[in-house]
């Protein structure tokens, strides 16, 4: 199946400071992405989706402006927590929408954020 | 927008004893069900899913049935083995041009040795 790789693995960071999260799709082209944050013993919940070449699309009451999102490839979308707090602190997982004639769903390994 | 719901969230099973998670969605337009398993600190993985003009899929242990009309889909696992003790997420998908997942709240499955 496809790769969808995810860098770094772990992060942590002082209370203020910004991170930023890459997600690559390794062998193929992904026009759409999705950014997702689970905390410990819950769901995934979708953050925001991903669009090549235009703004993402956030979930309700997720803040644009915090969460920052940027596809300038088929194959990197990245994530930028700005102003990191202890409550973002949490597992980022990133996914690709799977290509043409596929159904399959492939995610990242995941960014697991620490804000001290 | 879709919402999804899971049942049980936590199940217990002697080895070797089946495992039934059950889930429903709310959209009738969603199309695609697949079943994730989660280790601690990993990242989702497949195991099985299902498309709407299906009834029931099987692979190996692992199966999958959807009833349409109730919006109900439920996974089996048979002869579970300690490693298939995980988290396990339902996840629905509509048809629309964005294609996203809503996950269930999770199953934490715990095989007895």
């Known amino acids: 199946g496809a790769v969808v790789s995810q860098h770094p693995s772990w992060v942590i960071c002082k209370s203020g400071t910004s991170v930023k999260i890459e997600c690559r799709s390794l062998d193929f082209q992904a026009t759409t992405m999705f950014w997702y944050r689970q905390f410990p013993k819950q769901s995934l919940m979708l953050m925001a989706t991903s669009n090549e070449g235009s703004k993402a699309t956030y979930e309700q009451g997720v803040e644009k402006d915090k969460f920052l999102i940027n596809h300038a490839s088929l194959t990197l979308s990245t994530l930028t927590v700005t102003s990191a707090h202890p409550e973002d602190s949490s597992f980022y997982i990133c996914?690709?929408?799977?290509?043409?004639?596929?159904?399959?769903?492939?995610f990242g390994p995941g960014t697991r954020l620490l804000v001290l | 927008g879709e919402n999804v719901e899971q049942h049980p969230s936590t199940l217990s099973v002697q080895e070797g004893d089946s495992a039934v998670i059950k889930c429903t969605y709310s959209?009738?337009?969603?199309?695609?069900f697949p079943w994730y398993k989660q280790e601690l600190g990993k990242r989702p993985q497949l195991i099985i899913d299902?498309?709407?003009?299906?009834g029931e899929k099987k692979d190996q242990r692992i199966a999958v049935t959807l009833n349409k009309t109730a919006k109900h889909f439920s996974l089996h696992i048979t002869e579970t083995q300690p490693e298939d003790s995980a988290v396990y997420f339902c996840a629905a998908r509509t048809s629309g041009s964005a294609r996203q997942l809503t996950f269930g709240s999770g199953t934490q499955l715990t095989v007895l040795p």
């Open positions: 299902i498309r709407s003009n299906v």
């Open positions: 959209d009738s337009a969603s199309n695609y």
């Open positions: 996914s690709a929408r799977p290509p043409p004639g596929e159904e399959t769903q492939y």
